[in-house]
């Protein structure tokens, strides 16, 4: 089974809807980010959430909202969804607490999001 | 504004040559880097990870880092077809509080291995 999985992994949604994307873990990691990869401009954080109660913003917040569920669950809303917000979208968790790495991140398999 | 910086290639060798990737960074505050492959459409796969000066080896994979010239680059020798994908370097800058534990990632590098 995936240690990191997303829903929906494909989704096509029109100007000014609201979509979610879910993003779930087995991996027991507190910390969990949530990425968009646009081509040319790489992986860009978008908020990260260090424990249930602590939420960041990333450098492109606008637009975004999340919601830490619980520590294995932690969504991505788009309120008002526009065209340029069409990327692919990826969960990723990491273990501060582990004395063999520094932060290595996990990702998921990612969501295709296209907004018409 | 903390940058990391690749070449995007693309990258083009032979099989069974050494594949030499680099990647710059813009601040000596950092801890941590990183190596992630990544084929089209799948999501970044952590390769190999390195947290001090000097080389790491891990199988057919190499990282060096060097910190007083802000770099660090992947070494992939005997390459393969299958290492064709996007490698993408990730650096964790840290500047105290809780941007420890974020990544910053260059654009990516893509390799193409040729039969």
Not at chain 1, 24 to 33: A, C, I
Not at chain 2, 97 to 102: E, I
Request: hydrophobic share 30%; with cysteine.
């Amino acid at each position: 089974d995936a240690d990191v999985t997303q829903t929906p992994r494909n989704r096509i949604t029109k100007t000014g809807k609201r979509i979610m994307l879910e993003c779930s873990q087995t991996k027991g990691h507190d910390r969990m980010y949530w990425y968009r990869q646009d081509p040319g401009l790489g992986l860009r954080l978008i908020y990260y959430s260090f424990d249930v109660k602590d939420i960041n913003k990333g450098e492109i917040s606008d637009g975004y909202s999340v919601s830490r569920q619980a520590q294995a669950k932690f969504s991505l809303s788009l309120e008002s969804a526009i065209p340029n917000q069409t990327a692919l979208y990826f969960c990723a968790t990491s273990d501060p607490t582990s004395l063999s790495s520094y932060n290595e991140q996990f990702f998921g398999p990612g969501t295709r999001l296209t907004v018409l | 504004q903390k940058e990391v910086e690749q070449n995007s290639g693309p990258l083009s060798v032979p099989e069974g040559a050494i594949a030499s990737l680099n990647c710059t960074y813009s601040d000596r505050v950092s801890q941590s880097f990183f190596w992630y492959r990544q084929y089209s459409g799948k999501s970044p796969e952590l390769i190999m990870s390195i947290y001090s000066n000097g080389d790491k080896e891990d199988g057919r994979f190499t990282a060096q880092l060097n910190k007083a010239s802000q770099y660090v680059s992947l070494l992939i020798r005997d390459s393969q077809p299958s290492d064709s994908a996007t490698y993408l370097c990730a650096v964790n800058f840290y500047a105290g509080g809780t941007s420890y534990g974020k990544l910053t990632f260059g654009q990516g590098t893509i390799l193409t291995v040729h039969p």
